[in-house]
């Protein structure tokens, strides 16, 4: 009898079964229940809560609700020492593998110290923020982020500039690369004229997705595509590389106080040409308005100009147009080209470390 109550009440006295709940009740309130009665809840006599009435066998008395209290407890305390002497014995023997390592010199400078940690997994908003906020508090020399997408809206700016308020107040110098269609919102160019000469900002047709580097020893790049999981990375080599990689972005962007180029084909804006180009390398509308940071509706306007103007009357022959004309050949060198796609790595969450967010800095 008792086997067969536990496969079918596999429970504590903590956490009784309803049936079980509904006969200690009854027995609690009435001081004893007839012994047919627990016969559905085995469980009853296999956790002592239920025993024998020793005046009469065919009646049932409960343990008072005190002593199953008291028996808990200790049950419950037991347990809580016996966590305390497993974690106690698990760092013991973890603080001995620890000493087995290389330990820091005191004598290491900054420059020769190894990372704690040289790649590291933040997951969540909290988490991926704290340690943005950690970098910009410690950054003394510089900051480089990469920021995707379109228009900047002001409220985002606005929420960061008192970080990037204090970067400046120490000295650091800021550089910036945006999209093109990033020179159209207003709120950025409020943001620029307050920041004075502390903030410089390029743009490109388009750029690699978020990224930010503090100092040049430690960068943020995403981890997943929704922006939930960032890397925090420290690894001499890999923040080198990204550096590189922003460096040879930097120099193919524009000034964002000098005007776009001419494209020399009247009629084509400098964005339909960027359009015109990705169009001829087979993308999709959808992957070529997130790539320019516009919206899908702006950028199947601009095919539409794009076909009235090269006098297209369907897609494939627009497509003929583009390469007629010339639309469909890059404006920067093969070896450059191949740098942008090198870098195509995906964005870091936005700021305050949230997904579609700014960075820390505000911009």
Known sequence: MAGHGAQ????????????????YSRAVRRGRVPR???????????LALL???????????????????????????????????????????????????????????PDTA?????IRVLEGDSRIQGALDEATQACTT?????????IRPEHELTEGLHRAMALRGRGVRMRDLYTHVARHGQGLLNYLELMGDSVEARTLDEVIDRLILFDRTVAFIPANADRTLALELRHPGL???????????WRLAIPLTASLPDTGIEGISHREQSIAALLAEGHQDAVIAERLGISVR??????????????????TQLGVRIAQVGLDRSRVSSSEAAVIRVAGVPGIPGGHGVPGRESPTGR
């Open 8 to 23: 079918e009440h596999p429970h504590g006295a903590d956490r009784l079964c309803e049936a079980g709940d509904r006969v």
């Open 36 to 46: 047919h009665d627990a016969d559905p809840v085995p469980c009853l006599l296999e």
């Open 51 to 109: 025993h024998p009435d020793p005046d009469d066998m065919d009646w049932l008395v409960p343990t008072s609700p005190q002593e199953v209290m008291t028996r808990l407890l200790r049950g419950v305390y037991d347990e809580v020492s016996a966590s305390q002497h497993r974690m106690g014995s698990a760092v013991a023997a973890f603080e001995w593998y620890a000493a087995l390592g290389p330990q820091p010199s005191p004598a290491s400078g």
């Open 114 to 118: 190894v990372p704690a940690s040289a």
């Open 142 to 150: 510089e900051v480089l982020t990469v920021q995707p997408g379109g």
């Open 239 to 249: 923040v080198h590389y990204l550096v590189t990689v922003f460096e040879r972005l």
């Open 298 to 315: 702006t950028c199947r306007a601009h095919i539409a100009r794009l076909s009235e103007t090269l006098g297209a009357a369907s897609r």
